[in-house]
């Protein structure tokens, strides 16, 4: 007979997948020794180690990984329910997952503002990552809806672009190389180049469109962080347009004319195939598909 509970399962998969007690009690808002019992009873009732402790390490066990993929499954249908439920009692209601790489934070954070005032009762959780974690995340199927620039076409998703991302390039305003008309990929490789870590969509896209090779040990993890790299004089950055309105605006950093960019993309809406959306989860698709104009 099945005698574990669904708090322990929640408490389980919230461990493993945070690797932390401490991050999965915030999760859970509940106490780190409330989480801490409830992977012992877990444990004890499925009469296996689940977790393997070593410092602040934790990873599952064999058993533990096979537990972990059923609770992933068991959490997906009983969210599912509550989402139908929530429709089914207020179609306008219900609550968003939603994950979005860094570059679109901002518009995001606009389109969500207006979402919210049509549709006041439903409620969201919104993080922003970076483009390894937004994979994992589509992989396990663990958000409602993702944000992020090209997807990998090798994974079973669905993806629907609705905005141009375009890729700059950014320099000091006293830079020597904003007084030419036009520079060179090969005059940007004799400079000190700013960028995404690797992996990261822009690098990606930087480099497969370009051919160039990043000659610095400088990666940064953040849109922010490269912007303000570059203010201080550190190198040139690559960056989306949609993130420096302001500071070209305001003159604290000046666009390199460079060839071969502005580099077009484009952002998407993208999540596994597998996941059925919730309702509120389809209306925000279409909402950010219809309000692309608020970048």
């Known amino acids: 007979m099945i005698n574990y509970t669904l708090k322990q399962l929640y408490s389980f998969e919230a461990v493993v997948r945070l690797k932390s007690f401490t991050k999965a009690s915030k999760e859970l808002n509940i106490t780190q020794p409330a989480v801490y019992m409830q992977i012992q ?93 937004l994979l994992e995340k589509l992989s396990n199927n663990q958000t409602d809806l993702v944000i992020m620039g090209e997807p990998p076409s090798d994974m079973p998703l669905v993806t629907q672009p609705f905005m141009e991302n375009p890729l700059i390039v950014i320099a000091h305003p006293d830079h020597p190389l904003l007084k030419n008309k036009r520079n060179s990929i090969k005059a940007l490789n004799n400079e000190t180049l700013i960028t995404r870590e690797q992996g990261s969509g822009t690098r990606i896209t930087i480099e497969r469109m370009t051919g160039m090779k990043f000659n610095s040990d400088i990666e940064i993890n953040s849109n922010e962080a490269i912007i303000e790299a570059v203010q201080a004089g550190l190198g040139i950055g690559f960056v989306s347009e949609h993130t420096v309105k302001l500071e070209l605006k305001n003159g604290i950093i000046k666009q ?17 195939e597998k996941n059925t959306l919730t309702p509120i989860a389809k209306r925000f698709k279409e909402f950010i598909v219809e309000n692309s104009d608020l970048q």
Not at 102 to 127: C, G, H, I, Q, W
Not at 257 to 270: A, L
């Open 41 to 133: 009873q877990l444990t004890q009732n499925i009469g296996s180690d689940l977790v393997n402790i070593k410092g602040k390490a934790i990873t599952p066990t064999y058993i533990g990984e096979t537990l972990y993929k059923s609770c992933l499954d068991v959490i997906a249908r009983l969210e599912q329910t509550k989402a139908d439920i929530d429709h089914a009692i207020d179609p306008s209601a219900g609550h968003l997952q939603i994950a979005v790489a860094t570059t679109t934070n901002s518009f995001v954070s606009r389109v969500l503002a207006k979402f919210k005032k049509e549709y006041p009762n439903m409620t969201f959780f919104l993080e922003v990552t970076n483009r390894r974690s």
């Open 256 to 272: 390199l004319e460079t060839d071969q960019f502005p580099i077009t993309r484009n952002w998407y809406v993208v999540h596994n």
